[in-house]
């Protein structure tokens, strides 16, 4: 009996702000138990890309979060607004970044700027044999100067490894 293959895992995304598109590929993912503000258990699945500022040559990581109900194999549903960390709501996502605004040896995090999902929609889906979970998503939040930007993209995770759930 041959050993099924299965596609590679990735988390790309496109986030569209009003005067340029960032491409969104993630180089590291997590994926979390959680429990939401009500109890609910849930999975967060966090994709992390780092970057480097083309203005300042800062080192940042733009993030991704999306907070999924574990008893739900499948979905699509609506995603409702996100909260502030470490507070989550099931059926939700927020985008973030992670400035290094001084750059020093001990490489230490200045910044952390939230831009909390409010609105969108996810379809997702696991494998039978629950080796991978895959999906895609969109939602909307609010950059810096209170414009609305969009955040679309898709995953394929390997439910093995660091993130086995």
């Keep these: 009996m041959a050993n099924p293959t299965y ?34 258990a849930c999975w967060t699945i966090m994709a992390f890309q780092d970057t480097v500022n083309e203005t300042t040559g800062s080192k940042e990581v733009n993030g991704i979060h999306i907070y999924l109900p574990k008893n739900s194999l499948n979905g699509e549903v609506d995603l409702s607004a996100g909260l502030s960390p470490p507070d989550l709501v099931k059926n939700s996502a927020n985008y973030f970044k992670i400035v290094d605004n001084i750059p020093d040896p001990n490489k230490n995090v200045d910044t952390i700027v939230e831009y ?27 950059d810096g100067n209170s414009q609305p930007f969009k955040v679309n993209g898709y995953f394929h995770i390997l439910n093995k490894g660091p993130h086995t759930i």
């Excluded at 997702?124 to 895959?134: F, L, M, N, Q, T």
Aim: net charge negative; glycine share 10%; charged share 30%.
């Design 7 to 40: 596609p590679p895992e990735e988390f790309k995304a496109l986030v569209e702000y009003a005067n340029k598109d960032i491409d969104f590929v993630a180089n590291k993912i997590n994926i979390v138990d959680s429990v939401d503000i009500t109890g609910v």
């Design 116 to 142: 909390l999902g409010n609105g969108g929609a996810i379809k997702y889906k696991w494998s039978e044999d629950r080796k991978y979970v895959e999906g895609n998503f969109g939602f909307q939040a609010i």
